[in-house]
């Protein structure tokens, strides 16, 4: 008799290709598994993997293959939905990555099981050690193993060599070492809570202390409380508790508990009447709900109100039992997001982003997953939520770059949010004052719908824009030739009338160039082939690329000389000047300098609103979606540092950042003003962003990009190499180049791909690593992804093993 043996799909957690089959032992065989974590044995050793799907399948029908059995579950309830595997599946696909670290990188962190291995000396072994009197590797392992039980790392740095797993391998089989097993649990876990409760209605009546008294009457009139809250209702309520539940008088249990990650309470806001155009973009949109799939391009100029458009289409679909997930490109917007609905929808509000400690994370992540929060609010990484019968996914400044991850699974949230709803058969809605060229192309082929706010509300006026000429500020020198006299004029006038200005330069630091006064030389990174920064309050050059610092006092490398001329500018370079040109004013810089530290973002949003900064300069940091009405005056710089960078999308970029910072002004009452500093008047970019024109920055940009067939005309696909080795990195990259070369010309569905490369990257070495890329580009992107899953799968590990390492970027944002 053939038994009904039930098998399970699992994505391991390693970086290998497709799913594997496990068996599952008879006693788990009536636990449903799906979306559940299992530890499964894979080669030599023990991983976490994520269950995919559950078959019952008669023997021969697996045929003669060896199928292993899992060893564990690991979860009670189910880390994510099964409706979550297509997508998850879909994306190891597109973007050539391992399902099972696809899964990795959506759940949050810290969940993972991990094995470590020790290795122990035998009897055998012990008699080795002695014996000999030269001194082989293995002697000094056999050696340290004596003392005590060691992992490979720990003997590694003992013996500060690499230990090759070979002698390793062969140590055990000649029985002198074996291996002892360790499981450490992730680290992060649902935090509990002792809750009590009355056991009945029976009560001592003498022989009873006042706090055990107190503590009854409390639980009389509340029925249930958790012991925090107890405490603070009763002094010394731990130890009456203690007490009573010995006595029977009172039961207890554990209940979950939520670490707050707002912090603060919010006030209720109230709904204000809706625009014309707002209306009917509510009502356009919502039309749609719980219809099927339909994409919609939210194009409202900065002011227009959005925001209330989301939320009310949020709270649409939440009354109508849906969920809501809302993307914001950072943290610093999120916070006001999270105020803005919180303020509207109170605690059905679940918060993701990298700012949550670890069990902030889970403990959010939980009460998605248990239908307690509808609504989720966070960055890129919330495209993964876990949450039900999604209604709407809202990406609100759908340009920004910062959805897009570098490194790891490199994925774009803008791009997943519309394949999650494609899956889920939602709706999705994009929405910028500063479309991306992609965007809006989806839009002209009628792919996403537009919805358009063509106002700001309460018929506040767009600011208006001077552009300055830097060109003809020749006559002043240094910092001064960047503050221009109409900016210095208007600064002088805004200041005067207590209102606030922003300045904005797209560079941080004090110079961005420190050149040697007497040889010429520039000072360098030592790890990169890229200029320093001087940082003046950190004393020191940094490198922007790999962190290396150098004091600020170093002489040339090249001739030793001690004069270094500071040229180039930063926002430290801004701020300094700012303070000498108006001492009374109250000026703060922000960018990421000085935003390293918890909070100090919020502090310095908060100064803004408080009205306790007068100039606030800034990076881009300051354009993104902030809304501070008191801010009447904006001054950009320079206009150009972003303009000639070697990448197809520098005008896009200049051109969104621009019209954004500009957007920063006259948001309240006042009307605003932008002074506009740029070397290239005439320039079609500056001049679109100095009319907020998107329209026509995207018909002469999309014209460049059909002509030299870039995206959104053409698919890429970015390989790039690096290694320690400039030979070798050299090497790799060649060999890589010639498989493509060959795939190309013995498939006639490649051979329409272009492929460009191998060439060294336009920055050369980064943090001591060679770079070299490889750029494919295709018409169509199926060919293209099938072309790079074949080197990546088939050829890379072959040829570049350890030492140099490889990655594809899908649709890659830096080209550099
Ligand atoms: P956007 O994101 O389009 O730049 P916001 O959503 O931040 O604009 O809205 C700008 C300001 O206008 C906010 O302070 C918001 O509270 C306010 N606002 C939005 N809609 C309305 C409305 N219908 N009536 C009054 N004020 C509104
Ligand atoms: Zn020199
Ligand atoms: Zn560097």
Request: overall charge positive; some cysteine; hydrophobic content about 35%.
């Amino acid at each position: 008799m053939v038994k009904n043996l039930k098998y399970i799909d699992v994505a391991v957690a390693l970086p290998v290709f497709g799913s594997y089959t496990y068996l599952v032992p008879e006693e788990m065989a009536d636990i449903p598994l799906a979306g559940k974590r299992v530890f499964v044995p894979f080669g030599q050793r023990m991983v976490t993997g994520y269950v995919l799907c559950e078959s019952k399948q008669e023997n021969e029908a697996r045929g003669d293959k060896e199928i292993k059995t899992i060893i564990d579950v690991l979860d009670e309830k189910p880390l994510f939905q099964s409706s979550m595997i297509p997508f998850f599946k879909w994306i190891s696909d597109y973007y050539i990555h391992p399902i099972g670290e696809v899964i990795k990188t959506a759940l949050p962190g810290g969940l993972n099981l991990y094995e470590i291995a020790y290795y122990a000396i035998t009897d055998k072994g012990k008699e080795a050690a002695g014996r000999k009197q030269t001194v082989s590797l293995e002697e000094r392992i056999l050696r340290l193993l004596e003392k005590y039980p060691m992992s490979v790392k720990a003997l590694c740095m003992e013996m500060s060599c690499d230990i090759p797993g070979a002698l390793l391998y062969s140590m055990e089989k000649r029985k002198l070492i074996y291996k002892q097993k360790e499981i450490k649990p992730g680290k992060t876990k649902e935090k509990t809570e002792s809750h009590f409760f009355l056991s009945g209605s029976c009560f001592p009546s003498c022989n009873i202390s006042e706090s055990q008294n107190k503590v009854i009457y409390c639980l009389k009139s509340n029925r249930e409380l958790s012991l925090k809250r107890l405490n603070q209702l009763v002094p010394g309520a731990s130890r009456a508790v203690r007490v009573l539940r010995d006595k029977g008088y009172i039961t207890s249990c554990l209940k979950p508990v939520y670490r707050d990650p707002f912090g603060e309470t919010i006030s209720p806001d109230i709904a204000p009447v809706l625009t014309k155009e707002q209306e009917k973009a509510v009502s356009q949109i919502g039309n749609y709900l719980g219809k099927g799939f339909a994409p919609f391009l939210l194009t409202g100029i900065t002011g227009s109100g959005k925001t209330e458009v989301y939320m009310n289409l949020a709270s649409f679909a939440v009354n109508q039992g849906f969920g809501v997930i809302v993307l914001v490109p950072e943290i610093a917007l999120i916070s006001q997001m999270v105020r803005r609905f919180r303020a509207r929808f109170g605690e059905c509000v679940a918060i993701l982003h990298s700012g949550l400690s670890a069990g902030e994370k889970l403990d959010q992540w939980i009460r998605i997953a248990d239908k307690k929060t509808p609504v989720v609010i966070g960055a890129r990484s919330a495209i993964f939520a876990p949450l039900s019968n999604t209604g709407i996914i809202i990406v609100d400044e759908e340009h920004d770059s910062s959805y897009k991850q570098e490194g790891g699974l490199r994925y774009n949230a803008r791009d997943l949010a519309v394949v999650r709803a494609k899956l889920e058969n939602c709706l999705v809605l994009l929405g910028s004052a500063t479309p991306s060229v992609q965007s809006y192309y989806n839009v002209a082929i009628k792919k996403f719908s537009e919805v358009a706010l063509t106002k700001r509300v309460e018929d506040r006026s767009l600011p208006e824009i001077t552009v300055v000429d830097l060109k003809k500020n020749r006559d002043s020198r240094g910092i001064r030739r960047y503050f221009s006299e109409e900016l210095i004029y208007r600064m002088k006038e805004t200041l005067s009338r207590k209102e606030q200005v922003l300045l904005f330069l797209n560079r941080r630091g004090f110079s961005g160039f420190p050149v040697c006064g007497t040889c010429g030389e520039a000072v360098r990174c030592k790890n990169c082939d890229i200029s320093l920064t001087l940082h003046k309050s950190a004393n020191a050059y940094k490198c922007h690329y790999c962190g290396f610092t150098k004091a600020s006092g170093s002489n040339c490398s090249n001739c030793g000389s001690t004069e270094i001329k500071l040229l180039g500018l930063g926002t430290e370079k801004v701020e300094a000047a700012v303070k000498n040109l108006f001492p009374e004013a109250r000026v703060e810089r922000m960018d990421s300098d000085t935003t390293v530290k918890k909070g100090s973002t919020v502090k310095i949003l908060k100064g803004l609103s408080e009205k306790s900064i007068d100039v606030l300069v800034g990076t881009q940091m300051i354009a993104k979606g902030h809304d501070y009405p008191g801010i009447t005056l904006v001054g950009i710089i320079c206009a150009d540092l972003s303009l000639a960078f070697p990448d197809f999308r520098a005008g896009e970029r200049t051109f969104q950042v621009l019209a954004q910072v500009a957007g920063r002004a006259g948001r309240g009452a006042s009307k605003g003003r932008v002074i506009l500093q740029t070397y290239n008047p005439e320039h079609f970019t500056i001049l679109s962003a100095r009319d907020q024109d998107f329209k026509s920055f995207y018909e002469k940009e999309i014209r460049f990009r059909e002509e030299l067939n870039y995206p959104p005309f053409s698919r890429m696909i970015m390989i790039r190499l690096s290694g320690k080795d400039k030979k070798k990195t050299y090497e790799c990259a060649k060999a890589i180049g010639k498989c493509c070369n060959a795939l190309r010309q013995g498939n006639k569905s490649f051979q329409k791909l272009k492929l460009l490369g191998p060439i060294e990257a336009s920055v050369t070495r980064i943090a001591g690593r060679f770079r070299w890329q490889i750029l494919l580009k295709g018409d169509d992107s199926r060919p293209l992804h099938r072309f790079v899953h074949k080197i990546m799968f088939e050829n890379a590990q072959k040829i570049c093993g350890r030492n140099v390492s490889i990655y594809a970027d899908v649709d890659p944002y830096f080209m550099m």
